[in-house]
Antibody, heavy 129, light 102 residues
Framework: EVQLVESGGGLVHPGGSLRLSCAASGITVSGYYMTWVRQAPGKGLEWVSVLHIGGHTDYADSVKGRFTISRDNSKNTLYLQMSNVRADDTAVYYC???????????????????????WGQGTAVTVSS | DIQMTQSPSSLSASVGDRVTVTCQASQDIAHYLNWYQQKPGKAPKLLISDASNLEIGVPSRFSGSGSGTHFTFTINSLQPEDIGTYYCQQSSTFGPGTTVDI
């Protein structure tokens, strides 16, 4: 059975840092696109970041330059390093595994398309002074 | 960036009703559109991938269709356990969600 377990959430002051972890079992994180998705209180889902199999990373504009996604293959764990956090980073953070990835080009631009087929239970981050 | 719109934002229906949610992409995404169900306090669950591919274990009353920029998600014969919020998604963008209650 594939399982993702997040940890590391908690209370952090504005401008502070926090590292979230996502321990995987039943899969190897290096063999899949792995993502972070967050949900602010009472709000919808927001994609945060993706780590490609080859190591390429991508980020939502709202976190670019402040958050870093990475993985430790020896620990089979995905991370999200959060720095210079703001009040609007308050959310439940989910890690999720992507299934099959498809490259599709339209209008001169190409993009990877994927679904998140396995999710963790989430870890809550509160940014407050 | 591709934008996703979803409608309605909420709906109320009766047990046994047919429920339909639509999702529109700002540009052609072929059939690469996914649907998730989220119940309060729980992680999202993938129901349908690639517009119409029902995930293993998902009841057949759920279905999806569409391609290009316009997509539809349907629950045939709404059940009490279907209460929750439904999101469409293409890779790095989620729709705003549709809350379904009875």
């Amino acid at each position: 059975e594939v399982q993702l377990v997040e940890s590391g959430g908690g209370l952090v002051h504005p401008g502070g840092s926090l590292r979230l972890s996502c321990a995987a079992s039943g899969i190897t994180v290096s063999g899949y696109y792995m993502t972070w998705v967050r949900q602010a209180p009472g709000k919808g889902l927001e994609w945060v970041s993706v780590l490609h199999i080859g190591g390429h990373t991508d980020y939502a504009d709202s976190v670019k330059g402040r958050f870093t996604i990475s993985r430790d293959n020896s620990k089979n764990t995905l991370y999200l390093q959060m720095s210079n956090v703001r009040a609007d980073d308050t959310a439940v953070y989910y890690c999720a595994k992507a299934g099959a990835v498809h490259l599709y080009c339209s209008g001169g631009t190409c993009q990877d398309y994927y679904a998140m087929d396995v999710w963790g239970q989430g870890t809550a981050v509160t940014v407050s002074s | 960036d591709i934008q996703m719109t979803q409608s309605p934002s909420s709906l109320s229906a009766s047990v046994g009703d047919r429920v339909t949610v639509t999702c529109q992409a700002s540009q052609d995404i072929a059939h690469y559109l996914n649907w998730y169900q989220q119940k309060p306090g729980k992680a999202p669950k993938l129901l349908i991938s690639d517009a119409s591919n029902l995930e293993i274990g998902v009841p057949s009353r759920f279905s999806g269709s569409g391609s290009g920029t316009h997509f539809t998600f349907t629950i045939n014969s709404l059940q009490p356990e279907d209460i929750g919020t439904y999101y469409c998604q293409q890779s790095s963008t989620f729709g705003p969600g549709t809350t379904v209650d009875i």
